[in-house]
């Protein structure tokens, strides 16, 4: 007698973002765990930072091999003056050389945002973020939850990212709305499963194992 075996593989999640004040960290953080309850999927939280940078330059190739190893990137920055902060710009930039050699072809993409405002021009930074995949011909995953749900997810219906609200005063501890909180976990539940769900059809065909 012989059995039917298919080899498990696991895919790799990974979070790129700038945090400025902390709360875009916790919001990279709860996409992360809600990814990362989804089985057979591992997540990589990177944080991008003034250190890496010099002279306008970033650079880490640690950073860069990371997110080259992975099935799905997650493009995260705050909303800072109608885009993505300067940082994740430099960071972006670094990317032209990945580029150039199309390593990160066919990828899964997402992106989040948050301001201190519901709107704050966060439109523009996802639309960025959705540019910066097609430049690179990764594939956009969009979000699928509707707004105005009874527990507050999606409550400020974005349906091209995450987006988020810092409802704290200026130089407060970081701190994310219940909500936001709720919805960044879901979308990053929901990123991983349509990873995986790829991953399930691509797999090579099941092989007959010896009796």
């Known amino acids: 007698m012989s059995r039917t075996t298919a080899a498990s593989t696991v895919s790799t999640l990974s979070v790129v973002f700038f945090s400025g004040t902390g709360t875009t960290d916790l919001l990279a953080q709860a996409i992360g765990e ?3 309850s989804v089985t057979d999927v591992q997540v990589k939280l990177l944080r991008i930072t003034g250190e890496q940078i010099d002279k ?7 950073v860069l091999e990371a997110l080259s190893a992975s099935d799905a990137i997650v493009f995260g920055s705050p909303t800072f003056m109608g885009g993505a902060a300067a940082p994740f710009k430099a960071f972006a930039d670094a990317t032209a050389g990945i580029w150039y050699g199309r390593g990160w072809v066919g990828k899964f993409a997402g992106g989040f945002t948050i301001s201190g405002s519901p709107s704050g021009d966060k439109l523009h930074t996802l639309a960025y973020f959705n540019l910066l995949a097609a430049q690179h011909g990764m594939t956009w995953l969009n979000w699928n939850e509707l707004p105005h749900q009874t527990d507050g997810t999606n409550r400020l219906a974005s ?10 005063p200026p130089g407060s501890p970081p701190a994310l709305d219940p909500a936001d909180a709720l919805s ?3 979308y990053g539940r929901y990123l991983a499963q349509q990873v995986r769900r790829y991953a ?6 099941a092989v007959a194992a010896p009796a």
């Not at 399930?200 to 065909?205: F, H, I, R």
Request: hydrophobic share 40%; aromatic share 6%.
């Open 34 to 36: 809600g990814a990362a």
């Open 56 to 62: 306008g330059r970033w650079q880490d190739d640690a």
């Open 159 to 168: 349906f091209m990212g995450l987006m988020a609200q810092n409802g704290g």
């Open 184 to 186: 960044a976990g879901k």
């Open 200 to 205: 399930a059809v691509s797999q090579p065909e």
